[in-house]
């Protein structure tokens, strides 16, 4: 087929078993483009070619490495505008939104061009005379990575770059619904010139591909950003491979607006926390718990601000919110919707809008309580309950009385509440007057709880997934 894309597997772009068509959801007639789908053997093969070309790039060296990071971070920061556009109508966040996430995709790989040069051990003096002892690492050998659709530049470059940088080979299983932006990687990948087979794109269907991936002996250790459920399964899967295994899942992110909080400052954070990127981040405020002598005053001025959102088209300058990612989510999210109102909730906004696509208004859900199903499960769309607190006490308790913990935010004017927040708080991110969500790329991200297993993802630490210890004893006479 002519205008197909195809998976890259050893070098080769080859076909698959399907096609699938990429739909622009702010315009579903709008066809993006015809994406090759893999079958098992596709996935098989893509495996074979990582184990065969990993020891070469493993002995490539440091400089090697860091060369072909350093292009494709180059590479990708020449062409963001044209990726951001392309990420915008496949995924369907604002045109700023998905340029920076290009932009931030081209940082990441020149950070972890650095990471490959800085890979460091230790020497320590053994406890036996004339021994010496040093810990090294190196690449754990063929690793899988499985991403989702609503960063679909950013993910995969944050988990390939440091596998990249430690000597590993990847196979990327990049999300059904968004397989546009990772194809741009591998073609850029090629073209920086990193060796066939150390990198390998398999674009189709997670229940098959992701299963094939997981089962397979020859995969050192899977990655995976997604759902909660997904990640439960692959977790159980790795655990029977006894295989290294990552999990970046869901969220559930509370953001406490105390008394004392800058008014105009918190309602700015919450509106770019619940409701940017429709509400499509795993770290987006979900629940904003307020205390009672702010929460009227709080909850008028972020509802004035969320009617006037600007919903529309990505590629509008204008627009500050695009459309909900597919029919089937923005199904989900109106279900939700209408629990929230079945529990008792004071709901505004949350209706699709009469216009072609899958957009929908963001959505407050006013006098809701802890307990209910809308506060606990993760929507994924722009979507916030508003819990009434009594005080600082009850806030913390009732923002980590959840499943998940990923990220929790708190506007405050007062150094000690923001002290003990940042102490107390059960997540893995913790912000202070700033929005749940938007997190800078050189340090940590993960959680706690349901919403990740494994070590962090990005900064430094990043590496401590990608690679293996070895404790070597030498003794020199
Ligand atoms: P998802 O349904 O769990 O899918 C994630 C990836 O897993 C996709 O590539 C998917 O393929 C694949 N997959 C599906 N079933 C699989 C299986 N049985 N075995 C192996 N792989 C399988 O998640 P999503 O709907 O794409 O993304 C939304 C979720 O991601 C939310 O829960 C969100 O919170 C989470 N997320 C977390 C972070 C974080 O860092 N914590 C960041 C972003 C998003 P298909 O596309 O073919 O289904
Ligand atoms: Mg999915």
Known sequence: ?????????????????????????????????????????????????????????????????????????????????????????????????????????????????????????????????????????????????????????????????????????????????????????????????????????????????????????????????????????????????????????????????????????????????????????CTASSRLIVQKGIHDAFVAALDEARAALRIGDPLDENTQIGPVVSQAQLKGNLDYVALAAREGCEVRGGEPLDREGWFQRPALFIGARNDMRSSREEIFGPCASVIEVADFDEALAVANDTPFGLSAGICTTSLKHATAFRRNAAAGMVMVNLPTAGVDYHVPFGGRKASSLGPREQGTLAMDFYTTVKTAYVFAG
């Open 1 to 281: 087929m002519e205008n197909l894309h195809r998976n890259l597997i050893g070098g080769e772009w080859t076909e698959g078993i399907e096609v699938s068509e990429n739909r622009n959801p702010s315009r579903p007639s709008e066809l993006i483009g015809l994406y090759a789908r893999g079958g098992r053997d596709d996935l098989h093969a893509a495996v074979a070619a990582a184990r065969a070309a990993q020891p070469g790039w493993a002995a490539a060296g440091p400089q090697a490495r860091a060369d072909v990071l350093t292009r494709v971070g180059s590479l990708i920061l020449a062409r963001a505008a044209e990726i951001g556009r392309l990420l915008a109508r496949e995924e369907g966040k604002s045109l700023a939104e998905a340029t920076g996430e290009a932009t931030r995709a081209g940082h990441i790989f020149h950070f972890f061009a650095g990471e490959a040069l800085r890979l460091a051990g230790q020497k320590i003096d053994s406890t036996r005379t004339g021994v010496e002892v040093d810990v090294t690492r190196g690449p754990l050998g063929v690793v899988g990575l499985i991403t989702p659709w609503n960063f679909p530049i950013a993910i995969p470059a944050w988990k390939t770059a440091p596998a990249l940088a430690a000597g590993n080979a990847v196979v990327l299983k990049p999300a059904d619904l968004t397989p546009a932006c990772a194809h741009v990687l591998a073609q850029i990948l090629v073209e920086a010139g990193c060796p066939p087979g150390v990198f390998n794109l398999v674009m189709g269907s997670g229940s098959t591909l992701g299963r094939a991936m997981v089962d397979h002996p020859d995969v050192a250790a899977v990655s995976f950003t997604g759902s909660e459920q997904v990640g439960r399964q692959i977790a159980l899967g790795c655990a029977e491979g006894l295989k290294k295994v990552q999990l970046e899942m869901g969220g559930k992110n509370p953001m406490v607006v105390l008394d004392d909080a800058d008014l105009d400052m918190a309602v700015k954070a919450c509106l770019n926390g619940a409701f940017y990127s429709t509400g499509q981040r």
